[in-house]
Structure formats: structure tokens, C-alpha cells
Nanobody, 120 residues
């Protein structure tokens, strides 16, 4: 069993900052690519940023230059530093991890979601 637990969401004014964290635990041999996704109200879930185990990153155009994704492989942790937040960043944010278990199988796991609300 693998669990991803998120923390750090909340309410912030436009221009402010928030930092999301995601901690993975359970039957984990290693974690490959990790990512943050978000689902705005009434819209589909979309990729925000992803990071490989080696540290290569990828960002959605809408967050480039404002958000920074990072990870700590020793702690099985994922982070998202969000600066210069805009009202359109309001969404439920989810972490996702491609986890290889000790059995050798690789599966995707999702966090429970963390609400981020940016007021004008």
C-alpha cells in the first residue's frame, strides 16, 4: 500500500505565495517521475509541473517563472513553491507519483488534493 499526503494549501491574496508539500509512504522501492496537477472549478485536471528522479523539470506555460517544483528523494517528498499567485491559479492541487514497489510493479498514485484559493 502506498499513500501520498499533501499539505500547505490555503487562501492567499493575489501576488502572494504558498508552498505545497507531498509525502509518500508505504511499500516503496523507488519513485520515478512525480508531478503536480490541478483542477480548477468546473474544469478538467491539468498538469502544472513534473520532475524526474534525476531532477529534470517540466512546467505548464501558465506557471513558468512563477512556480518551482522540487523533490527530496531521501524523504520521498515533493514540493511546489508558488509565487506571484493569480486568481486563475485557484484550484484543487494534486500530487502524483509513479511508484515502484518492492515487488517490482510500477503504478501511479495520487494525493487527496489540497485546495488553493487566490483572492483578487
Amino acid at each position: 500500500q502506498v499513500q501520498l499526503v499533501e499539505s500547505g494549501g490555503g487562501l492567499v491574496q493575489a501576488g502572494g505565495s504558498l508552498r505545497l508539500s507531498c509525502a509518500a509512504s508505504g511499500n516503496i522501492f523507488s519513485i520515478n517521475t512525480m508531478g503536480w496537477y490541478r483542477q480548477p472549478p468546473g474544469k478538467q485536471r491539468e498538469l502544472v509541473a513534473s520532475i524526474t528522479r534525476g531532477g529534470s523539470t517540466n512546467y505548464a506555460d501558465s506557471v513558468k517563472g512563477r512556480f518551482t517544483i522540487s523533490r527530496d528523494n531521501a524523504k520521498n517528498a515533493l514540493y511546489l513553491q508558488m509565487n506571484s499567485l493569480k486568481p486563475e491559479d485557484t484550484a484543487v492541487y494534486y500530487c502524483k507519483a509513479a511508484v515502484q514497489r518492492w515487488t517490482g510493479t510500477i503504478s501511479d498514485y495520487w494525493g487527496q488534493g489540497s485546495q488553493v484559493t487566490v483572492s483578487p
